[in-house]
């Protein structure tokens, strides 16, 4: 199987990167298309960059001149690429509109051009709305709230509508929050972990009663993975763990996770038009394809802070370009 994996050198990407080249005896290429923004790292790919499968090519999935002739040699495209910040969306959705959006037109016109065999789209449970109560099926209307969340529902629109007027194997996957190794310190675990062993104090928005479900990063992937040979086109996967905290819980794990209190937590405005809660059902990846997480939620948030503690000289550079 040839993958090509866009955003592959970003968080969730690279991790399914590294997966793929060691445990997946049938993957004989994978190329890895990614622009290297703010959140690409070359370090994420570091520990397979010996692996001869893999080719990394610095390009931009908004440019068909580059993106054409990747498509063309892939047999499966898995799409990560993508603006991911929620707040970054709020201070300018443009570049959000830009790659989230127009870059999935690129990719779906050369997937159909070339025929490829399978094409995956990494979604969010974002894309759904906030809700109070329940969870939401993969029928649930999309309700987008922020510039990001709205670029990647229009994303997964254009998705459903290759498939359904052109016939293209598209699948979409829409994953809850992920939390694990090699995540840009802007997003709240990885930045409240680091703040931390700095000796600073964290931003915690509000009261902090926003709900999430936190997976894995391993937990998606294993997900992805099982739609990539499995999943039916046209048809959409929710991938999530069922295990829900307030960012208020969140929080005291990761205080308590470094041996912090909470005289080291700032209350700061909240985010505007932010989400209540996300919740995913997940009974149809279960049935149809057999997923289960394998994560404890403690045990995985631990081995993370472990993680961070232990690699200083990952995230260190990295604190200059955050916001
Ligand atoms: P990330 O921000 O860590 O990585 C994004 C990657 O995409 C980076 O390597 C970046 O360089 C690349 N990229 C950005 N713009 C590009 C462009 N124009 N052309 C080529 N490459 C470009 O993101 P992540 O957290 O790894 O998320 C990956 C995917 O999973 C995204 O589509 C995101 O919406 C989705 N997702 C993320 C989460 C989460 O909790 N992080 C949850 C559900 C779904």
């Known amino acids: 199987m040839r993958l090509l994996v866009t955003g592959g050198a970003g968080f969730i990407g690279s991790h399914y990167v590294r997966t793929a080249l060691t445990t997946a005896a049938d993957v004989t290429e994978l190329v890895v298309l990614d622009r290297f923004t703010y ?24 440019d068909p001149a580059a993106v054409d002739p990747l498509v063309a040699a892939a047999d499966v495209v898995v799409h990560f690429a993508a603006e991911t910040h929620v707040d970054r969306s709020i201070e300018g959705a443009a570049g959000f509109v830009r790659t989230n959006v127009v870059g999935t037109q690129v990719l779906l016109d050369a997937a159909l051009r070339h025929g490829v065999g399978k094409f995956v789209n990494v979604s969010t449970d974002e894309v759904y709305g906030s809700l109070e109560t329940g969870s939401w099926t993969e ?3 999309l309700e987008p709230n922020s510039p990001y969340s709205a670029s990647k529902a229009s994303a997964d629109l254009l998705v459903r509508a290759y498939g359904r007027t052109h016939g293209l194997p598209v699948c979409t996957t829409r994953c809850s929050n992920n939390y694990g190794p090699y995540q840009f310190p802007e ?6 972990v680091t703040s931390l062993l ?57 205080l308590a996770a470094v041996g912090a209190d909470w005289s080291r937590v700032r209350h700061v405005p909240d985010r505007p038009g932010h989400d209540l809660r996300y919740s995913v059902d997940t009974t149809k990846i279960r049935t149809e394809l057999g997923y289960a997480p394998v994560h404890d939620l403690d045990a995985g948030l631990a081995e993370t802070v472990e993680w961070y503690r232990t690699h200083e000289h990952w995230w260190r550079p990295l604190l200059a370009t955050r916001p």
């Open 39 to 62: 959140a690409g790292n070359p370090e994420n790919l570091a520990p397979v960059a010996a692996d001869p499968r893999l080719r990394v090519v610095r390009a931009d999935v908004a």
């Open 139 to 141: 029928d649930h209307p």
């Open 198 to 254: 700095d000796g600073g104090t964290v931003p915690l928005y509000g009261e902090g009663a926003n709900v999430r479900d936190w997976l894995h990063v391993d937990d998606h992937c294993r997900g992805i993975d099982l739609v990539v040979r499995g999943g039916r086109p046209g048809e959409v996967y929710n991938i999530g763990g069922g295990t829900e905290l307030t960012n208020r819980q969140l929080t005291e794990r990761l």
């Open 187 to 192: 997003k709240v675990v990885p930045l409240f």
